[in-house]
């Protein structure tokens, strides 16, 4: 009963599932809404998932032979299937190819893909969503095979996507054909090469999950890099702010800033921590205050002498590449490491981005967190981020041509960490622009916070729902399992309400 009536309650956390399973078997009156348990299945005859009386799928994976098999991917079909009731199924992209319903030519194949999941979706059954249709699409593997030569799953460029669109997969989700703008159900890539990397998605996926709650969780973080930001459009600090407003206090909220002017080679950048201002002698949250010093400290800038203190605001007007500038590549490097290895739930970036990292593409000085770093870097063991990268490139996977020394993009190689890097990874597949700051970051804070959408898959699809640019909507892949729960521990009510 409390599971129906009461706001936010849940027995143990939420499932990813659209259908509560903790209604007891002898309740008649909600035995329709009963989920029974969940199944793995692999198929090679795709009728039975079309045919009549068709199979049922709630979770669809699409993946490569070389990965059919794998018993990685049985473990992490296994948890949806016990953690969430999903009967779930495993496809071959070949036997897509090779279906006589699906047809394509070798450089289309990604119109057979889609025609498929058109297919389950319309004429298929799902048992666990509440409309009955397919809920979740994962494609499990990257464009390319390690030999930067074998297609996995490949990426997709119909002719309808603008440039700066191709590779999306959001084209998999729409399932009316061509006409068809608006997704239908959730879609992520678990972007790897062999079954290693796999091996590393599936099981920090699952500790996610079954993890405890941990006060790293309450911790996010935003960070600008070099944003334009002489063009008062282009700051991120509004656009941060009316993000901070939406997140709970509960939450520890830090922020960092860089920019630069490219002619003078100028920086300017400041960081600070706040939103979580606690009174020193009562010990009790002043929220307002918190608003109050955000907006003393990030807005209204000018140029700073450097006798600031360095944690508050600084700048610089000498080389990037100096590791004593307060405005350094390098610091702010720190900074963004630090923070990560020290947990945080969801860390968004605004500014300029490359397929290996964050920051600028001018020079070695003005990038951070590569991808050729990482790696050392990173030691968040059970303690992964979705990270949400609003730029240029960072979502580029299907290349066989090394940005930094990897052919990954940053976004494959954060989620494909084994014990560290981030839990999802939301990223452009091409260039973007500063038009989608404070858009597409935006819409999914709002989508966790305030609709308590808290499902990763669910938070994008329902931001890409409310964004009114379709090359937005099309060009932000999500790495990662979209059916990661975000909130495994579930939500706790932090507003005091009087009926």
């Not at 199944?39 to 059919?68: A, C, E, G, K, W």
Request: proline share 3%; aromatic share 12%.
């Amino acid at each position: 009963m409390m599971h129906h009536v009461a706001i936010n309650y849940e027995l143990s956390g939420i499932s990813a599932s659209s259908k509560g399973f903790f209604i007891p078997s002898g309740n008649q009156l909600n035995k329709k809404n009963m989920v029974t348990s969940g199944s793995v299945n692999r198929v090679t005859n795709l009728d039975l998932l079309v045919d009549p009386n068709p199979m049922s799928v709630d979770y669809l994976v699409i993946t490569h032979q070389s990965l059919f098999n794998s018993t990685n991917l049985t473990s992490l079909a296994n948890h949806r299937s016990s953690n969430n009731k999903f009967d779930v199924v495993i496809v071959k992209v070949d036997d897509i190819y090779n279906n006589p319903k699906y047809p394509s030519s070798t450089t289309t194949r990604y119109i057979s893909i889609r025609d498929f999941i058109g297919d389950v979706y319309a004429n298929g059954t799902a048992n666990h969503t509440y409309d009955g249709h397919l809920g979740y699409i994962v494609l499990v593997g990257d464009a390319l095979q390690d030999d930067n030569s074998t297609k996995m799953v490949p990426a997709a460029y119909p002719d309808f996507y603008g440039t700066l669109e191709k590779a999306g997969d959001y084209y998999y989700a729409c399932t009316g054909g061509d006409s068809d703008n608006l997704m239908d159900l959730m879609y992520g890539r678990i972007s790897v090469g062999n079954d290693t990397e796999l091996s590393n998605v599936v099981n920090k996926t699952i500790a996610y999950e079954n993890s405890s709650s941990g006060s790293w969780r309450n911790n996010i973080s935003f960070m600008s890099f070099s944003p334009w930001f002489f063009d008062d459009d282009a700051d991120c600090d509004q656009e941060f702010k009316t993000m901070a407003q939406t997140i709970p206090r509960s939450y520890y909220i830090s922020y960092a800033w860089r920019g630069f002017a490219a002619d003078t080679a100028q920086a300017h950048g400041r960081q600070y921590f706040s939103h979580h201002f606690f009174d020193q002698e009562s010990d009790v949250l002043i929220p307002d205050e918190a608003d109050e010093m955000w907006q003393a400290l990030h807005t209204g800038w000018k140029w700073y002498d450097t006798n600031y203190p360095p944690n508050e605001r600084w700048r610089y007007g000498g080389a990037y590449g100096n590791p004593d500038s307060l405005c350094s590549s390098d610091l702010i490097d720190t900074w963004l490491y630090d923070k990560i290895n020290a947990g945080q739930h969801t860390f968004i970036y605004e500014g300029h981005g490359r397929r290996g990292s964050l920051g600028a593409s001018e020079g070695i000085p003005r990038t951070i967190f590569r991808v050729d770093e990482i790696q050392s870097e990173l030691t968040n063991s059970n303690m992964y981020p979705f990270i949400i990268s609003n730029c240029c490139e960072t979502g580029w996977f299907d290349t066989n041509s090394a940005d930094l020394g990897s052919v990954d993009c940053i976004g494959e190689a954060v989620v494909n960490l084994q014990n560290a890097g981030a839990i999802g990874f939301l990223g452009s597949t091409r260039d973007s622009n500063i038009g989608a700051f404070g858009i597409v970051d935006q819409r999914i804070i709002e989508a966790m916070h305030e609709d308590l959408s808290h499902v990763m898959g669910e938070a994008v699809m329902e931001s890409k729902l409310n964004i009114y640019s379709q090359m937005y909507r099309r060009q932000y892949n999500l790495y990662g399992d979209p059916a990661v729960n975000l909130c495994p521990y579930g939500f706790t009510v932090s507003e005091d309400v009087t009926l």
